[in-house]
């Protein structure tokens, strides 16, 4: 399969794409965009699996995210829908099970989330279950042999910490990807050092901050990625995000680079294949 692009992060799997998720998947492979579908929690991991096994070109990962550890409920600024959750505890073997199969490249999104915290559960205790539920997670991924998709939000410090005490306990050898990055650029200089990838969105479109951190990280350590249906780049912000729309991140990024359009796509691609050893 002959793919141009990869949306390394895309939640196609979620409600927001109920009536039309199909279309949406055939848009994407019909630009040569390919895409790995991301769970959060059991019931979307088990549908990425799914979703990926009915195409070529398409990939899943499996896990739990942060906010799905204790039930709530958010709407960011400029979204166009708000996330609502329920209490999940990381279950291993339900996650085992699911981890074996072929088109799981990878375990995550997973991770420590600052930013959204439950209202009716002590802070010390949210950060400690999600400490808790990372550990697990990257025990898993080191089992299988995978690498792992990392959420951080206002964690970066802690986050960091974990990685590296992990790493230097010999797990991880396939390290990780920090998706939808968002930290300063000594953030992303001591994740790559620890030998991890560092993932955009469409933050990068609007972001001159993230802009300026994304000229002076090596590009063979850049994946693009939506993280759709949320942060919909220009020129679709407040909208609901697709697959296809990886490209306007890739555009950007050629943009603050001095890069051609088809040198960020080549290598980003590239860099995709490698890091989840993808099988085209
Ligand atoms: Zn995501």
Request: charged residues 25%; hydrophobic residues 40%; proline residues 4%.
């Amino acid at each position: 399969m002959n793919l141009k692009l990869i949306d390394t992060h895309c939640h196609v799997n979620f409600s927001a794409y109920k009536d039309d998720m199909d279309a949406v998947i055939g848009r994407s492979l019909d630009e040569g965009i390919g895409m790995i579908i991301v769970g959060t929690q059991s019931d979307t991991s088990r549908r990425a699996v799914e979703v990926a096994e009915k195409y070529d070109g398409v990939w899943a990962s499996i896990g739990l995210h942060p906010s799905h550890l204790h039930k709530q409920e958010f709407h960011d600024v400029g979204e166009f829908d708000s996330v609502k959750t329920r209490t999940e505890f990381f279950d291993p073997e339900f996650y085992r099970q699911l981890a074996s199969h072929p088109k799981v490249m990878a375990i995550g999104e997973f991770g420590l989330d600052y930013y959204h915290l439950p209202p009716d559960i002590d802070e010390a205790q949210v950060h400690k279950d999600q400490i808790n539920a990372t550990n697990l997670q990257i025990d898993l991924a080191t089992e299988f042999n995978k690498p792992i998709i990392v959420h951080s939000r206002d964690a970066h410090d802690d986050q960091f910490e974990i990685l590296r005490l992990a790493v230097e306990a010999g797990k991880l050898p396939r390290r990780g990807v920090v998706h939808c990055f968002t930290g300063t650029l000594k953030d992303a200089q001591r994740y790559i050092d620890l030998g991890f990838m560092i993932s955009f969105t469409g933050i990068l479109t609007f972001s001159k901050e993230l802009q300026v951190i994304a000229r002076e990280l090596p590009i063979e350590s850049i994946m693009v990625e939506t993280d759709a249906p949320y942060l919909s780049p220009v020129p679709h912000r407040g909208k609901r995000n697709e697959p296809s729309y990886v490209k306007f991140i890739a555009q950007t990024l050629a943009d603050v680079k001095g890069l051609s359009y088809k040198q960020v796509a080549e290598q980003t691609t590239a860099n995709a294949i490698k890091f989840f050893g993808l099988d085209i």
